[in-house]
């Protein structure tokens, strides 16, 4: 799966060889030298990111594991410790610009070192591995690494420090704080903290709608020669409300649950549809509340149910709490959709049968 | 009321800490702040069972279930016949997320 993205020659990041021919192999990883890297982030890189954030080749989208130097370190420079996946790396590199130092691109499969933290491969053991891999203790005279704070989930400090040498100092969350930090090697607790932004929620909304895009434009054709086009404009908008309006408008919905701010936005949605059915002129007043209850009925239950998986893309949301509120929710969701679903059954058998 | 994440499986032992600060220098949610004798545990509803502080407390002061707060993981799970605690983050690994993550945001960080 290693795709050495590294290896285009036009790459700002583009390595240039500098074998070292002191560092000895025991075991079968290709021999490590190290790479020159630059904290200029091109073009290419940033249409890169764009893409990335869009989905397209993410798995590809991977730096080689080395160790890279950047500007002109020596022995006494700062070692950073990065994931192998381009965006994390590349968040870094442009951070440190005008620093000299080296940076160890752990293996973590592609992914970012949060959630490579989370499975394990930004782990103590990886770590050590790399560090003994890359001759580390043979490059730089001090023994300490930088690591990224959201790298801690997966790595016991004090484990790699006894089994490598090296002491590990967290470094802060966001790579921008880097340069302050530098300067006295200690984090403010703002730099400690994660942050749910309004940007940050933002660049989720495009993966969240490709995913739901084949589905949703399935129902959507389907409704449509069922229902007419307003039922097919309802099912584009609920997944629009559950996947862009609802992690932008998170902090300002009320409830803390998830799937009741879900169930509250989907409600506020469905409001203007189920109006539009109760006022149809053309079918009798309780056929036309039967409508409108659908859609106050479906809309908020897919809704909240988005909103629920939402937590998954959250750093606040404990596992105990999200089984909670599967626990609490789910069952409720499913019997409000399930009940709309049946009343619209029913009123396409009426239709057939021309009561209504 | 309705509030599903007041509780977790946070367990700070005090009397076991040497005050060395590596909780407080890992978690992202500020809920452990430096003490005079121990770190004290200032905002234990704001934990988010990462385990980093678990992983890197020297002296095993710390105990907590981590696990993947994901709801789309844990019912994938319960569908699969699975327990939901043993969900793994469904990130990666070619699935949704592909080199991202389910945490696609993260990616502006370190
Ligand atoms: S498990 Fe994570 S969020 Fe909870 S206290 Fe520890 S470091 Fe903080
Ligand atoms: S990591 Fe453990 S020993 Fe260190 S301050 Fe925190 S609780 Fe105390």
Redesign the interface.
Known sequence: MENDKTADSTCSCAPKSDKLSFITFTHDIPACEILTITSTLTLKDRFGHFLARWGVNRMGYIVKPNLYKLGNPDADSPVFVSANYTMSFDALRSALAGIDCYILVLDTKGINVWCAAGKGTFGTEELVRRISWSGLSDIVQHRTIILPQLSAPGISAHEVQRRSGFRVEYGPVRANDLAEYLKTHKATPEMRRVHFSLWNRLVLTPMELVHAALPTLAVAIVLYFLAGPLAALAAITTVLTGTVLFPVLLPFIPTHDFSTKGLILGEIVAIPFALTFAADSVTSLWPNVLKALVFLLVMPAVTAYLALNFTGCTTFTSRTGVKKEIFRYVPFMAFIAGSGIVISILLGIFRLMKVI | M????V???LQYYPDKCINCL?C???????VFSEGKEHVELVRPAA??????CA??C?VQAIEV???????????SA?LRGKD??S????????S???????????????
């Not at chain 2, 969900?87 to 070619?94: K, R, S, V």
């Open positions: 309705f509030d599903s994440y509780e977790n499986t590596r407080t220098q890992v978690c992202p949610h500020g934990c988010m069972e990462c385990g980093a992983l890197n020297p279930q981590s696990g993947v707060g994901c709801a789309w993981a844990m019912i319960a939901m605690d969900a793994e983050c469904g990130c990666g690994d070619g949704c997320c592909g080199g991202n993550s389910k945490n696609p945001f993260l990616i502006e960080k370190l």
